[in-house]
């Protein structure tokens, strides 16, 4: 888990999980070009979410790694004005950084987007009118519980899955009823 990158090695990207059950956070390392790609994909699969929603502000508010390393990226990409919050403080300043902001999408994983339902009054309140989640696999029925908490549709939450290791794999498609690959991945039996 702590391993430097190999001797030699081109210029790399380094992204830390939050941890494992070592307690010992695991380095990850991406080349340039697989840090880029992994940009692309998220940012396609966002986009054509997105397309024609209006949305133009977006916080980030996840724990570490890649995702929250390249969140601003993929917003900058996608013409909105973005701000990132770090998952280390407490609920209170997540529930104030969305008062100030109001942002129109919220980047978070499931885990975070529970516990500022469950210490909101009115989660509705923060005009938030998407919800992307990476992290921990959503159910259907919880993202549509989710949605409703915050006064949107089910179609307006894209659950994202994958790993740190190898970044976005699939996006939860309403239309479909499961997971959709991302673009240039094959499903292999």
Excluded at 22 to 32: L, N, P, Q, T
Excluded at 58 to 72: N, P
Aim: glycine letters at 10%; charged letters at 20%.
């Amino acid at each position: 888990y702590l391993a430097p990158p190999p001797a030699g090695a081109p210029p790399l990207q380094v992204y830390r999980t939050s941890g494992t059950s070592s307690g010992v956070r695991k380095a990850i390392y991406y080349s340039e070009e697989d840090d880029r790609r992994y940009v692309d994909i998220r940012t396609s699969i966002v986009g054509r979410w997105l397309a024609g929603s209006g949305v133009r502000t977006a916080l980030a508010d996840m724990g570490t790694g890649h995702a929250a390393s390249t969140a601003l990226d993929v917003f900058r990409r996608l013409g909105l004005t973005g701000e990132a919050i770090s998952f280390e403080l407490p609920v209170s300043h997540h529930l104030s950084k969305l008062r100030e902001l109001r942002p129109e999408l919220l980047y978070t994983m499931p885990s975070i987007l529970e516990r500022i339902a469950q210490a909101s009054d009115d989660p509705s309140a923060y005009g938030i009118r998407r919800i992307w989640l990476v992290g921990e696999v959503a159910s259907p029925a919880w993202q549509r519980g989710m949605a409703a908490r915050f006064g949107i549709g089910a179609e307006d939450v894209l659950d994202t899955v994958g790993s740190i290791e190898i970044g976005t794999v699939a996006a939860w498609s309403h239309a479909h009823g499961r997971y959709v690959l991302a673009d240039g991945l094959v499903a292999e039996g």
